[in-house]
Structure formats: C-alpha cells, structure tokens
C-alpha cells in the first residue's frame, strides 16, 4: 500500500475537494489533518484495518475508520480534485449535526473526527471501570505525590484509550481549584487532544448608559465589562466609580419615555437581549424595596418583557413595606389637528415607597419631586415659580385671611378684601387681602445642597412646591409596572390630591379616637362658645388664662386645592386679625376683634390618612401630569443666557470622564492593531481566574458552592499539538469574532516553560505544519486551508477544490483559526511511540528511497484560478464535544475549563 502511494503515485496527493454545499468547514479540516505525515502513512499502509474495533459501544462500528481510509486513498489516487461524497455521508450517519449542508465549525468537526477515530480504532476492546481518583490535601505541596497522582491518571486514560489518535494527538493537562474560605485544594488531571487558547484581547461588552443619582442630575456612564457578566456586574462597576451601594441600584430599559423591561441580577449581559440602541439606565433608590427581589432566578425570553414574579402584593404583607413604583412624566401638546394631545415625556424613573409615605400626600410629594430636581437646570430652589398657580388663584398668594359672617359684616372696612367660600365651615366665607410687602421668598432660602435634606426631613414643603404638576395613579394589573403596554397618554387616571381630600374630609367627619393621632379629649380643632351660652368666644379665648390651649399644628385643617395650587399655604400664616362670626341657635353671635398670637414656629406633621386607606397600592404606577405652563418654564429655555426658564437634563446628557477607562481601552485598541503574540496565548492559559458565581464550584470541606480560584497547566504535550484559537464568543443572543492577528512560529515553538512534566525527556520544540483559516464572520464566512508536504516542504492553499503553492510567510495571517504543530523527531522518541515506529520500519525502504528521489508531485508549481476567500460556509460558533472518560479521548481543555 505504502508502495503504490509513494513509488507508483509520487505525484499525487497535493489535490482539491469539491464543496458539496457549506462543505468547506470540513474540506479545510481533512486537508489540515492530512498534514500529519504519520497518521496518513499509517492508512496509506493499511495498518488500520487490523486495528479496526467493531465492538466498541462508544465507537462507529468501524464505518468512520474505513471512510477515512479510502478519503486518504483518493487523495493519492486522483489528480486535481474530487468530491468527499462518500466520506460525508458516513460523517452525516454518525454526527448528526453533520448531516445536512449547513454552516458549521471547523473546529467541531476535527473534534469529531478525531474521536470517531479513536473508537473506531481503539485497541482496548473491553473497557475496564476505573473511578477517577481525588486528590489529597498532602499532594498539592509535595511534588513526589502529585507525580505519582499524575501518572495514575495517565495511566488510567490509556487502560480505556489505545489507539493511533491518542499516540499522536493526546496530552494532559492540571487543573487547580482553591476555595476561597477555607483554601481547600482540588486538583484534576484530564486529557485533551486540540488544546483551546483564549486570546488576550479583552472582547467586552462596552455600552454607554444612563445613571440617575437622587436629587441630582443624570450623568452618562461607560461601561465596559465582559460580555458574560451579570446585570450585578454593572450595577457594581457603577458602584465602584460612584460610591453608592450596589444593592440600591436598579436597572430597566426605558423605551417611549416608559420601561420596556427590568433587569434582574442574575441576568447575564449577553442573554438579556440589550441591543446597541437600547437605552439602559440604572437608578439610586433610597430604599432596599420589599415587593421586588433581583436576585430571582426567572427564566425569561430576550424579546418579552413579562416578569415572572413580580406580582401584586397584599397590602398587609410584609412585602408592601417598602414598595417600588415606577415614576412617568405627562404634559399637554397639540397634534397635527392642532388638538391637545396627551404625550410622555422625559425619563421614566422609580420611587420607593414606605407605608407612611403612602398615607401622606405631602410624603408623597416629596418622593416625586426628588425625581423632578434633576430634570431642569432651572433652579428650583430659589427661582420665583408663580407660573406653577393656575388662573384666578393669584389673589389667594401672600394673602392673611377673615372669617366674616355671610352677610359681610365685619370689623374690618378693607377695600381689598375678597371672599371665597371656606370648604367645612358651615357659614362662613374667607376673605383675603393682599399684604403689601409679603415675603414672597419665605422657604425659598434653601440651597441647592440642603434640597436633599429637604425632602428626606418630615419639615413641609414651601408651597410654591404645591403646583408644579397633578400626580396621578394608574392602576395596572403588574406587581412593578413598565408602563409601556399599560399606561395611555390620554387617560384621565385618578388624582391623588383628589383622593387625599377626599378620604382627609371622611377622615374628618369621623368620629375621633383615643388612638388618633393628635388626639386630645379636652381640645377642639376651633375654639368655640363656652357652655354657659357667652356671646364673646374669641375674647374668652384671648384673655382667660383657662382657656383651650391654642390650635396645635397637627391640629391644622387640610389647606384647600386654591391654596395648594398658588403656592400660599393659609393655615397658621395669618400674622393680622382674626374675627369669628358664626351661628348658634339661630342667633348671630359676633366675636370682639382681636390679635391673634403668631402660631408657635413648629414644622407640622404631614396630615395622613388611615392605613387601610392608602394613597397608592402594588400595581400603581405615578404619572405627573405637568400644565404647559410649567413645562415650557423648566424645559423649554433656549440656552444658558435664558434665565427665566429652565433646560432639560434628559436630552443632552453629559458624559462621565473615566481616565482608566480610556487608558484601559486604547491599550486595547492597541493590540487589536499591532496583533498578539502565540506566547501571550499560552500565558493566558496559565493564568489563575475565578469562577463565576453561575460557575460555581462546591467544596466539599465547606459543603457549599464556592467562586473558586481555577489554574490550567499543561502537564505534558503530545506529538502533534492542535491549537484552537478561540476567536468566537456566543451565546443565546450575541455572536462576535475576535479578528485580530496573532504572531505564531513556523519553526521553533519553544514549549518548555509551559510544560510541568518533562521527565520523559522528550523534545519541546515543535514546527508548524498545518493552518486551519477563518475568513469573514459568522453570518458567511469561509474556511481554507494552508498545509505543508511532508515530502517536498513546500506549503500549498487549499481553498476547496483550488490549490496553489504559497510561500511560507503568508502562512501567518489573522484569519488563523486553528495550528497544527508537529515535535521534533530524535531516535530515541519517535512520534507515536514503538507501535507507530514498528509501522515505518516495516516499509519498503528501496520504494520510500525512491520516491523522496522523485521531483515533487504534480501540482507543486500548479496555481489554479480562482482561488478565493469568500464563500459560503461560515462557522457555527458554539462547542459540542463529548466530556469525561468513557471511552473518548477527546476531551478539549476549554471545554473542562468552563465546566468543572
């Protein structure tokens, strides 16, 4: 056989394979694999067919041995090219994946291969059980034992694994596991047959996102993280650069001024389906909330925004202490027919929400306008906001108030005075007069830098503060409204000013307990006639020292809609006269004017209502509904120089300076343009990383899952040395290749100072004689192949069925995807063992004299047409191959590396 392939056939060999349909992944495969001298003469020779195992469970009964064999017999057979018809179907047969004409992975297919020949060749025809053995704590600092550990595994991987394949192809490789609590050790020897190299070029997830600190303005923030990190993650690189706590933080995609999804902890970036236009933003909460747990574990599909587990809680759970809403902004705009139309606008944010403040109008107020500070440039704080009254209510602003009888009578002859009706006082009306010299900037002393003191404090608010917008609830059937799918623009929903009075007025006409607050069995909210039938109530009240203690403020009335609206909050701000008039059994009784005593300078409790009566419930969200008026003054300012009205912050958001982002990154972009060294491959491998908490390990000496510290060593190397390298990343949802150039030896690999044992006294010096090439990216790319003779030394492109002579230095290039490297043969260590050498020594020594006599084969200085980079296959990026010891020897070193 040998005879026929080299001395009949000398100028054979060096030929093409037809593409069947996408074929190219394993025509660049075989060409590469026929590269290895060894392994070809050993089926040109016909040795396999002794060898052939038809028993093995685990193997092809045969049937992938033998279509191999008459591939490598039409290689020498045939001139030019040929198709591998026959040899795809028996792969199609045994590999599934393989069967039809789709894209697939070249390195997944030799990964096949070389296992199908293995079992199919397998000497070991009754596999003995072994149990893979532990190691102990003893060994990991005694060099003697792990050796002896080491080859105990060796020796247990070749009891169950003799063949050509593991002779030429297998290696081993050290893994180390130490626990982080306890520094308990693991250590794993396991083979590997194609060793997968990680490049180190970091191939991040890099996004631009939005983050909206409390009572501040929104910064946008870079992230660049790795790609299979978690929402955690970000938060946590947030945190790292803003100091603020990562457990209260959320992130949510806003979509139409709404959210469209909520992003949980434990979601990977990856899989979580943010797309490059996506807007992600992450919140400062105040609160930790009980109705929402990020760290659930719910699946959920990237293009679906139900959130599992986010349901509706009961009002008197545990969960409703602190409950998150989601916070939307409203306004009125006319449309194309010029008719006011509602429309969201702005940001979309979260509050949390305690029970108190959920019972408190003006608690609630303040949660809402710690969102809305940040919006505007315009200074809330100490700029008039007159603009937020609505029409007619003017008169009522810096104004003191009278309680005159309905006829008009009063002490007071004031021309200015004007009466409205006093909601809750049966006869009687309030008139209010203008006060010349108001200070209309009381409460607006507050700096910029105590709004947050402010609006955590339970102090009021100014009432300018009251009228900036109407805040609404929009009841919806989700635990944790997104708002998109559930919210309307035009949708008149529930006031909350209007409940509050209302459920304030039922509050009031109840009949008070001894468990209210403000309480008091001795005190009326008005001081009102003595008993005994005295006409004077207002002089009994001033001037007896046993009279009702004075109105507290927690005693205060609720301030009409008018006075909350213009800003001007009547109760206890009268500093002038008072004159009560009212009616008692039909008789007018008139009070003596008097001074009434300022109101002590106390901050009054917000008024609250019952607790089964709350403002808002699980399933609410806030939508503030803004006037035009007050959004054209804090949004629609032209510029700096527009002192009168205010920017918004939300439309041209300013960018966060990260000097070691940027330092991080150039030194990235860096080595993606000058390219990478194979030795900074090897060194990547070897480097300690730790595991992922979805990747966690269990100890046992802890009896829980670890995020252990792993280390990969290669313990020993085989004759010919598969390097993948791994330039596809993927997932359920995102697919890239690392297309940068990586520099690799053609003669010369010096492996010694990565290799742990080197007892055997084998050579560590390999040269390279196969290049499986990757052109293009996943949606269609194309696979070639540049294999070297092993008769002539010559390299040759194959690119399907065209083959041309390259010279050795274009060999090199970035499209490398997978290298063959070969050992240096010595005497003493011939490759694949005495078995492999007693195969070469029984050839024909005159015919193998011959044929290296012979000018090189047909083809060598051949340069077909048309020889191309661009076709049709491309990879199909993902790693399917089989794990463990039963009966494989084909286990990849990434693939333990991501799995144990």
Known sequence: MVTRGRSQQPKKGIV????????????????????????????????YKKELNYDNPLGNRGDVAKAYGHLIDSFYSSSGQFAPSGFKRVVGKYGPGFAGYGQQDSQEFLAFL????????????????????????????????????????????????????????????????????????????????????????????QKDIIYFPICSRPVMTSIDIDKNATVLDIKKFISKRTHFDSHRMICAESYKERFFKIFDNNDIISEAGMQPNDIICVYELDEVPTNYDPEKKTRKSAYSNSREGDKIVDS?????????VPLFHRTQRPDRMNRMSGVFFGHPSFVVLSRADRASYDALLKKCLAQVVGMTTLDLVSK????????????????????????????????????????????????????????????????????KKLLRSNSPLPPKFQGLFD??????????????????????????????????????????????????????????????????????????????????????????????????????????????????????????????RPRPQLQPKPVTVPSESELISSGHALILDWTEDTYDALFSGKGADDEMRGMPTFTDIPTFEDEALAAKRETRLAKRKNGIGLEDCLKEYGKTEKLSEQNAWYCQRCKEHRQADKKFELW???????M??????????????????????IEGLDLSEYVRDQTDGKSLIYDLIAVDNHYGGLGGGHYTAYAKNAVTGDWHDYNDS???????????????????????????????????????????????????????????????????????????????????????????????????
């Open 114 to 205: 070389l296992d199908g020949l293995s079992e199919d060749l397998n000497r070991i025809h009754k596999k003995p059980y072994i149990e893979k053995p532990d190691s102990t704590d003893e060994m990991v600092q005694d060099a003697q034992a792990l050796q002896k550990f080491a080859d105990l595994n060796w020796a247990n991987y070749k009891a169950r694994n003799d063949s050509i394949v593991t002779d030429l192809f297998a290696g081993m490789y050290k893994s180390t596991l130490t626990c982080p609590e306890c520094d308990k050790v693991s250590i794993v020897f396991d083979p590997f047959t194609s060793l997968t190299l990680g490049l180190p070029i970091e191939n991040n997830w």
């Open 471 to 596: 805040i609404r609830a929009a009841e919806t059937s989700s635990g944790i409204p997104l708002g998109w799918n559930d919210t309307s623009e035009n949708t008149p929903y529930i006031s909350i000013r209007d409940k509050f009075q209302r459920m304030s007025t039922s509050l009031a006409h109840r009949p008070k307990r001894e468990f209210d607050e403000g309480y008091d069995s001795e005190t009326d909210e008005i001081a009102e006639s003595p008993q005994d039938g005295s006409e004077d109530t207002a002089e009994t009240a001033s001037d007896s020292g046993s009279s009702k203690p004075q109105q507290s403020d927690d005693e205060m009335p609720l301030p009409e809609p008018s006075e909350i609206i213009s800003g001007k909050d009547t109760r206890g701000a009268n500093k002038h006269a008072k004159q009560k008039i009212h009616k008692r059994k039909g008789k007018l009784i008139t009070g003596k004017l008097v001074q009434v």
């Open 802 to 900: 065209h083959v041309s002579r390259v010279d050795p230095s274009s060999v090199v290039a970035k499209s490398a995807y997978m290298l063959f490297y070969r050992r240096r043969t010595d005497p003493e260590h011939p490759l694949g063992g005495p078995k492999m050498e007693s195969i070469l020594s029984n050839l024909d020594s005159e015919e193998v004299s011959t044929a290296s006599r012979e000018a090189s084969p047909s083809g060598e200085d051949q340069r077909l047409d048309g020889s191309s980079h661009n076709g049709s296959s491309s990879a199909s990026v993902g790693q399917a191959h089989r794990v463990g010891d039963g009966g494989s020897a084909l286990i990849l070193a990434n693939t333990n590396k991501q799995t144990q």
């Open 384 to 451: 008039d906001l007159s603009f937020a009254t609505s029409d007619g209510e003017q008169e009522a602003e810096d104004s003191d108030t009278l309680l005159v009888a309905e006829d008009g009578a009063t002490g007071l002859q004031s021309p200015s005075a004007s009466a409205t009706s006093v909601q809750g006082e049966d006869s009687l009306v309030d008139v209010s007069m203008k006060e010349d010299n108001a200070d209309s900037t009381e409460g607006q002393n507050v700096t910029q830098a105590n709004m």
């Open 16 to 47: 093409g394979l037809s593409n069947l349909g996408n074929t190219c992944y394993m025509n660049a495969a075989l060409q590469s694999v026929r590269s290895v001298n060894e392994l070809t003469q050993y089926f040109l020779s016909g040795s």
């Open 316 to 324: 008197d759970s545990p969960a409703a202490d602190e409950l998150l």
């Open 724 to 745: 993948h390298l791994k330039r596809f990343s993927s997932s359920r949802n995102f697919r890239d290749k690392l297309d940068v150039k990586v520099e690799y030896p």
């Open 716 to 722: 020993n190397v085989p004759d010919v040395l598969v």
